[in-house]
C-alpha cells in the first residue's frame, strides 16, 4: 500500500443523511428532543400506583386465561348479536347512500355547489370519530342499536364516498370522452363509463368497510349505542375478568374472520 | 362470454345463465340477511324515543348555539395532553414493533416458532379496539395520560409491526445479498441491507399511524384515559351543550391539523 496518500487512506463512508442542510437537521433535531422532553415530563406518572398495577395485571392475565363463556353468555350472545347487525345494516345502507355522493364530490363530474356541498360532508363526518358521532346519536335517539346504526352508517358514507370520489376523478377520461362522443347523457355516461372502470375499487371497500365496522361496533356499547362493547363494559366494571377475557376472545376471532375473508375476496377482485 | 344462435341472428350475453342465476340468487340472501338484521335492531329499539329526535336534535344544537368560546383557554392543556398521548404512544409503539417485526417477517425470523408467537402478539395488538385497550390499562394503572399513552402504544404496535413486516418481506434480496458478501455480520446486513429499503416505508407508516392516534385520543377520555375526551364526558354529563360544542370544534380542528401534517410527511418521505 505504499502508492496511496494518506488522504485516500482516512476517507470513509457514511450513510447519506435524511436532511441535506446542517443547520436544518440540527433545528429538528433539537425541536423534536425539545417537544418530547416537555411532552414526557408533562404526563403525570404515578409510580407507586403502576407498581400496584402490575400486581393487579396478574390477577388480570389469570382470569383471562380462563375465560367463562357460560355464565354471561345470555348477555354476551345479545351483544355479539347486536354488533353483528349492526355491521350488516350499517354496511348495506351506508354503502347504497355514499354512490350518490361519492359522484356529488368528485370534481369531474358534478356542478361546483354539489361539489362543495359532498365535500363539506364528507370532511365533517369523517373528521369526528365514530364514538363522539355515537355519543350524540345517543342523546337524540336513546339507547340502543338503533343509534349504533346511524353512527356506523354516516361513518360508511363519508369513508366510501371520499375514496370513491378520488377513484373516480381518477379514471381514464378517453373513456369518458369517447361515452360522451356517442352522445350519451350524464346518466349514461356515469353507466357505461365510470362504473365499469370503479366497480372493482368500490366492491373491495365496501368489503373493507364491513371489516372496519365489525370493529367500531365493538366499542359504540360503551356509550350506550348498543353491541358488545356494553356488555364488555359491564364485566369489567364487575372485575368479571373471565366473561371479559371470553368477549375478547370472540371479538378477536370474528375479526380474524372478517379480515382474511375480506382481504381474501379483494385479491380475488383486483 | 357466451353466444348463443337464435334463429339468424346471434346474441351475445355477459354471463352464463347459470352464472346469472346464481348472481341472483346470492343478491337475494344478502338482502335477506339485511332485513332479518334491521329487523333484530327495530325490535331493540324504542321507537317513541326515535319519533322524539328531531325535537331532541333541534334543543341540543340549539343548546349548542352559541357556544361558550370562553371556556376554550381551559381546553388548552386537554388538547397538549392529548397531543402528547398520540405522539408518545406512536413513538414507544414503533420502539416495541421493532423487534416484533424482526421475528414476524419470513426472511428475517430466526425460527418458525418465534414467528408464530410474533404474528399472535400483532393480530391480538390490531384486533382489540383502543378504547377497549383503554378500559384494560385503566383498570391496570389507574386514570390519567399515561394509561391513554400505554392503549395507545399496545393498539398501534399491531398496526405498524403488520405494515412492516410486509415491507421486510417484500425487500430486494439482492441487496441483502450483496451486503453478506462483504462479509457483514448478521446485524450490519440488517443494518445495510434491510433497512434502508424499508426505511421510507417505515416513515410512512408512523405518520399515518400518528394521524390516527390523534384521532382516538380524543375519546380515550371517555374510559379516563386522559385527553380531552375527559373534558367531552364531563360536559356531556352534566349536560352543559354549549361547553361540548367548543370540544366538538377544537377537536375538529385537531384532527384536520393532524391530518394535514401526516399528508405532508407522508408526501415528503415517498
Sequence with gaps: ?270 | MPVYQSEQQQIWRRRTPRARLLGALGWLLGLALVVLCWQLITAQTNWGFVRDAPTQARDLFGRMIPPRWEYAPSLVRPLWDTINIATLGTLFATLLALPLIFLAARNTTPHPALRALAVLLIVTSRSVHSLIWALFIVYLVGPGVFAGVVAISLRSVGFVAKLLYEAVEETDAKQIEAIRATGASGLQVLLYGVVPQVMPTFAGVAAFRWDINIREATFLGLVGAGGIGLQLNSAINSLQWSRAGVIFVAIFLLVLFSEWVSARVRQAVT
Design chain 1, 1 to 270: 500500500m505504499s502508492g496511496t496518500t494518506p488522504e485516500q487512506t482516512r476517507k470513509t463512508w457514511s450513510p447519506r443523511p435524511l436532511i441535506a442542510r446542517r443547520w436544518l437537521r440540527w433545528l429538528a433535531l433539537f425541536a423534536v428532543i425539545g417537544y418530547l422532553a416537555l411532552a414526557l415530563i408533562t404526563v403525570p406518572v404515578d409510580g407507586a400506583r403502576i407498581l400496584r398495577g402490575f400486581e393487579r395485571s396478574g390477577r388480570l392475565f389469570g382470569e383471562f386465561l380462563q375465560p367463562d363463556f357460560t355464565s354471561r353468555w345470555r348477555d354476551i350472545r345479545i351483544g355479539i348479536l347486536e354488533s353483528l347487525t349492526m355491521t350488516v345494516v350499517s354496511t348495506a345502507v351506508g354503502v347504497l347512500l355514499a354512490l350518490p355522493t361519492s359522484l356529488g364530490a368528485a370534481r369531474t363530474l358534478a356542478a361546483t355547489p354539489v361539489y362543495l356541498l359532498c365535500r363539506g360532508y364528507i370532511t365533517v363526518v369523517r373528521t369526528f370519530p365514530e364514538i363522539i358521532i355515537g355519543i350524540v346519536f345517543v342523546v337524540m335517539m336513546g339507547f340502543g342499536p338503533f343509534a349504533g346504526f346511524l353512527t356506523l352508517t354516516l361513518a360508511t358514507t363519508g369513508f366510501i364516498a371520499k375514496l370513491m370520489a378520488e377513484e373516480i376523478e381518477s379514471v381514464d377520461g378517453r373513456q369518458l370522452e369517447a361515452i360522451r362522443a356517442t352522445g350519451a347523457s350524464w346518466a349514461q355516461v356515469v353507466l357505461y363509463a365510470v362504473v365499469p372502470q370503479v366497480m372493482p375499487r368500490f366492491i373491495g371497500l365496501s368489503v373493507y368497510r364491513l371489516d372496519i365496522n365489525f370493529r367500531e361496533s365493538t366499542i359504540l356499547g360503551i356509550v350506550g349505542a348498543g353491541g358488545i362493547g356494553a356488555t364488555l363494559n359491564t364485566a369489567m366494571a364487575r372485575y368479571d375478568f373471565s366473561s371479559a377475557g371470553a368477549i375478547l376472545i370472540i371479538i378477536i376471532g370474528i375479526v380474524l374472520v372478517l379480515e382474511y375473508g375480506s382481504s381474501y375476496l379483494r385479491k380475488r377482485l383486483q
